[in-house]
């Protein structure tokens, strides 16, 4: 019986000892990527750390006429996940802005990042590069 207890004693201490490894294992992220097109600038942002990650992508309409701009759709590709919207409109200025939070997820630091938006029958490209 003490045998038992020992064994089991000791498998609570490295699953303990493992979760705190694991906790101090978090390593701050901040990572941001931009890029301009002909009638946008963008910029991704990825915060958090190793476990918990926030991500957000900000677009702003740099052309003439944002009032005729209407609905938007975007997608973002990263090697950590993708993320789309559609049927997003300027925020009554010129930009608009959309995020979320996932499981620590993150894309590579110097990766460029693929961003596709749509607009009044409009399309650009835009790869996100990483900035410092």
């Known amino acids: 019986m003490k045998l038992g207890k020992a064994v089991i004693f000791f498998i609570f201490v490295l699953v303990v000892a493992a979760g705190a490894y694991v906790h101090l294992q978090k390593e701050a992220i901040d990572y941001v990527y931009k890029g301009e097109s002909e009638n946008w600038s963008a910029t991704y942002r990825v915060t958090g750390d190793t476990q918990w990650t926030e991500h ?77």
């Open 56 to 132: 957000r992508v900000t677009l702003r309409f740099t052309g003439e006429h944002p009032e005729q701009v209407g609905s938007i759709n975007y997608s973002v590709k990263t090697t950590a996940g993708s993320t789309a919207a559609r049927g997003d409109t300027l925020d009554g200025g010129r930009t608009v802005s959309a995020g979320g939070g996932g499981n620590g997820a993150i894309p590579f630091q110097n990766e460029e990042i693929p961003l596709d938006v749509e607009w009044a029958g409009n399309k650009e490209h835009i790869v996100l590069l990483p900035r410092k």
